[in-house]
């Protein structure tokens, strides 16, 4: 049970992480927003969830890129220390029309580089989700983790 005084806490999960149940709320809110049902019954049906469980969890999951934009995204990859692969992570932000704010690569130790970078995602601009999804799949990047949203 949540006080109202309580400070409330964000995580950012794998979907593979996230139970069925909070995965059928989305799909339940994307039909209600697209106009294919016109009520939470409907939608709640559609997906095999309770309207209960609907109201329950409806305003606590979101996909990330929906919750990304208007924000900014503070995250940390590690990387091979290679001539050109630091101006291909900035050139994926830059495609994705993210706004870099703050960056900072430590020195690398044995061939391997950290950086830490704040990224703004303007509303309506960016895909915050695939732009993450590029860079963590480039080759040379040995882990991308998201240390927080603002």
Do not use: C
Not at 58 to 71: L, N, T, V
């Amino acid at each position: 049970m949540e006080r109202t005084t309580d400070k409330k806490k964000y995580f950012v999960v794998r979907e593979r992480a996230v139970p069925d149940v909070l995965l059928k709320v989305v799909e339940a809110k994307k039909l209600l927003d697209s106009g294919k049902v016109s009520t939470v019954q409907e939608a709640s049906e559609l997906t095999g969830i309770s309207r209960s469980s609907f109201y329950k969890y409806k305003d606590d999951i979101f996909p990330f890129h929906e919750e990304a934009k208007g924000k900014t995204i503070t995250f940390i990859i590690q990387m091979d220390d290679e001539p050109g692969l630091l101006s291909n992570v900035l050139t994926t932000i830059a495609r994705f029309r993210g706004n870099i704010l703050t960056i900072h690569q430590s020195v690398p130790i044995n061939g391997v580089a950290t950086l830490t970078l704040s990224v703004d995602i303007l509303p309506g601009e960016g895909d915050a989700e695939a732009m993450v999804e590029t860079i963590e799949q480039s080759a040379g990047i040995h882990y991308l983790k998201i240390l927080g949203r603002e």
